[in-house]
């Protein structure tokens, strides 16, 4: 498949049809190669092994969210070695690592804002009837499938502990 078929898959994204994310990883990978971006290319062989072992695992193929998963477990990973590297005074993989957390989340769907976030929080708040922090579980039962892969889990956990205390 060559570069002009790729993008007019884009372009069909745009117009409503949707591109598989393990496509649109494979096509981009291979951008990656022909232009030797070896970062982009990094990024995108770790998450595809990452996918690969997460379906033997599961012994099924995973779908757009599953996928979605992957990616966000890696950036998550990606950004606590950047802590780490940051610690030991190691600059060039703070940057390796950054560009490789900025390849991935061009993968994942648009995030939501904390605002959004909050208002997801209430209006499931209401709807559960959670009054306490007893009922955090409920509220992030329900919660969570709404905001998955939108989200980072940890920060919608940080806003619901907020909201019921």
């Known amino acids: 498949m060559n570069e002009v078929s790729f993008f007019a898959k884009y372009q069909n994204e745009k117009r409503g049809i949707p591109v598989k994310l393990k496509e649109r990883l494979n096509e981009e990978m ?3 190669m022909k232009a030797k ?3 982009r290319l990094s990024a995108i062989r770790m998450v595809r092994a990452a996918i690969q072992n997460k379906e033997i695992e599961k012994k099924t193929e995973l779908d757009d969210d599953g996928i979605s998963e992957v990616i966000a477990n ?3 990973i990606r950004k606590e070695a950047i802590e780490f590297a940051q610690q030991a005074g190691r600059d060039e993989l703070v940057e390796s690592e950054t560009m490789q957390v900025e390849v991935l989340q061009a993968f994942l769907p648009e995030q939501l804002s904390e605002d959004e976030i909050k208002v997801l929080t209430v209006k499931v708040i209401e709807e559960v009837g959670a009054a306490s922090m ?5 509220v992030m039962g329900k919660l969570i499938p ?4 939108k989200a980072d889990n940890a920060l919608v956990s940080q806003i619901v502990r907020k909201k019921l205390s």
């Open 30 to 32: 291979k951008l990656a």
């Open 146 to 149: 709404q905001v998955r892969g």
């Open 74 to 76: 890696q950036i998550k």
């Open 37 to 39: 971006d070896k970062t």
């Open 134 to 138: 007893r009922d955090m579980g409920k």
